[in-house]
C-alpha cells in the first residue's frame, strides 16, 4: 500500500485525485490551509485531512514524519490573478517555499514527487503547438513559478535520487470547480447549465484554450507516477483534446447535451486579452509514448460525463 500526501489537498483537482487513489486501495493524506472535502462526498472518512500552509515548513514536515508519505503531489500555489495582485505574496507561496518543500521531502523519506505545472509556463509567442522542449519564458509571476518548480524538481531528481516529473495541465474542467481564474467559464457554462442556471461568457465566441477533463487529468497524473521511475523526460503535457475548442464550440457541445442551456455572450476586453496568449494547442506526444490516451478526447463524451455528473450528485458538486 502507498501513502500520497497532496499539498493543495482540498481544491478541485485534489480532490477528485485523492477520490481516485482511495479507489485504488491506496491512502491518501490531505494537506491545506483549509478543509474542504466537500467533492468527495462518502469518500470524506477515507482521507487524512491535515491543516497548515506550505508556507509553514514545520507543519508540513510534522506531517510528513507523522504519516511517512512515498509520493508527494504538490498542488499548494496561488493562482495567476492573485499572485498578479499581490506578487510578493506570490513568491512567497509559490517560490520561495518550493526549497523548503523539496528539503523537506528529502529529510523525511519522498521518495516520488509530482509538481503540478501549467499552460502558463508557456510564453506569448507564435508557435501553433507547445512542446516541452520549447524556449518560450512565461509572461506571468505564477508561469515563472513553473518553470522554477520544474527545474529544481530536476535538478533534486538528478542530485538526491528522488523521482520527479512536472505535469504542464491544460486548464482542467469538472465537476466542482469553482469560480476563480480567467479559463474558469470552460467549467462554469457546463455546470450552470446542469444545474438549470444562466451563464454568460465573458469572452468573444473564437477565444480557444486547452482543456482537459478532470477524469483525464487524474487518469494522466496517475500513469505519469506509476512510470515515474522510467521517464526519460521530466516534463509533460497533458492535455485532454488534441485541438483547442472555441468558446463557441463549447458552448454548441453544451447545448446539443441540454438543448435549453442559456449560455450568452458578453466580451470583457480585459478577460480577452488574458485568454488570447493561450489560445495555442498543447502537443501531448510524451503522455502517449507512455501508452496514456484520454478516455474524454470527444468534446461531447466529456460533456456528456459531466453533466450525468452534477445531475446525479448536485450537492457534492454544486457551485
Known amino acids: 500500500m502507498t501513502t500520497f500526501l497532496i499539498t493543495g489537498g482540498s481544491g478541485f483537482l485534489g480532490q477528485w485525485l485523492a477520490k481516485s487513489i482511495i479507489d485504488s486501495g491506496d491512502e491518501v493524506v490531505l494537506y491545506d490551509v483549509r478543509k474542504n472535502t466537500s467533492i468527495l462526498g462518502r469518500k470524506e ?152 442556471e444562466p451563464y454568460v461568457v465573458r469572452l468573444p465566441k473564437d477565444a480557444r484554450i486547452p482543456i482537459v477533463y478532470v477524469k483525464d487529468a487524474v487518469d494522466a497524473t496517475l500513469a505519469v507516477r506509476k512510470r515515474i521511475s522510467l521517464l526519460r523526460e521530466r516534463i509533460l503535457n497533458v492535455v485532454g483534446l488534441r485541438r483547442n475548442p472555441t468558446a463557441g464550440e463549447l458552448v454548441a457541445s453544451a447545448k446539443r447535451v441540454i438543448p435549453d442551456a442559456r449560455i450568452t455572450f458578453e466580451p470583457d476586453e480585459e478577460m480577452s486579452r488574458m485568454i488570447a496568449s493561450s489560445r495555442r494547442n498543447m502537443d501531448m506526444t510524451r503522455l502517449t509514448e507512455l501508452g496514456w490516451k484520454p478516455r474524454f478526447g470527444n468534446l461531447d463524451h466529456l460533456v456528456s460525463d459531466f453533466v450525468e455528473e452534477v445531475r446525479t450528485n448536485p450537492q457534492q458538486y454544486r457551485v
Open 45 to 196: 472518512k477515507q482521507v487524512v485531512f491535515q491543516l497548515g500552509g506550505i508556507e509553514q515548513i514545520e507543519e508540513l514536515e510534522r506531517a510528513l514524519k507523522r504519516y511517512k508519505p512515498s509520493v508527494l503531489i504538490h498542488y499548494a500555489a496561488l493562482l495567476s490573478a492573485t499572485a498578479e495582485a499581490d506578487p510578493t505574496k506570490g513568491y512567497s507561496v509559490n517560490i520561495s517555499s518550493l526549497w523548503s518543500l523539496f528539503e523537506a521531502a528529502r529529510k523525511n523519506g519522498v521518495e516520488e514527487v509530482v509538481f503540478a505545472s501549467s499552460t502558463l509556463a508557456y510564453g506569448d509567442d507564435d508557435a501553433p503547438t507547445m512542446k516541452e522542449f520549447m524556449y518560450s519564458p512565461p509572461v506571468t509571476l505564477y508561469g515563472i513559478s513553473k518553470i522554477y518548480g520544474e527545474m529544481l524538481g530536476s535538478w533534486y531528481q538528478r542530485k538526491y535520487g528522488i523521482e520527479f516529473a512536472a505535469l504542464r495541465y491544460a486548464s482542467v474542467i469538472g465537476p466542482g470547480r469553482g469560480e476563480g481564474g480567467a479559463t474558469a467559464y470552460a467549467t462554469l457554462m457546463f455546470q450552470k447549465a446542469a444545474q438549470g
